[in-house]
């Protein structure tokens, strides 16, 4: 028994599944269903992979260099420009 669900009840779920979708459609769905569950599990695991190579890597990183970052902000710094250049045209006009 599953939960609480019986052969009895699952006979009726089956049978309640064959009468709203067909015998035919039965097996895509099922398979359908199949896929589902495989991609999850591959993805399931590509992710704890990713995790445990962050970890790895989050260990190997040492914790504390001993400099305070706090004050690195220099004001007197001459500003740059973030933005992209933007090439000019050359075969327009200038006027």
């Known amino acids: 028994m599953i939960g609480g669900v019986g052969v009895p009840e699952l006979i009726f779920i089956f049978l309640i599944f064959v009468l709203l979708f067909g015998a035919k459609?039965?097996?895509?769905l099922?398979?359908?269903?199949?896929?589902?569950?495989?991609f999850f599990k591959k993805e399931m695991r590509e992710i704890q992979q990713d995790i445990d190579v962050n970890?790895?890597?989050r260990a190997s990183i040492p914790a504390d260099t001993g400099k305070d970052t706090?004050?690195?902000f220099d004001p007197e710094a001459p500003?740059?420009?973030?933005?992209?250049?933007?090439?000019?045209?050359?075969?327009?006009?200038?006027?």
Do not use: Y
């Open 25 to 28: 459609k039965l097996p895509e």
């Open 30 to 38: 099922a398979k359908g269903l199949g896929q589902a569950v495989k």
């Open 55 to 57: 970890e790895t890597t």
């Open 70 to 72: 706090s004050n690195d």
């Open 79 to 95: 500003k740059r420009d973030w933005r992209p250049k933007q090439e000019e045209d050359s075969h327009a006009e200038k006027v």
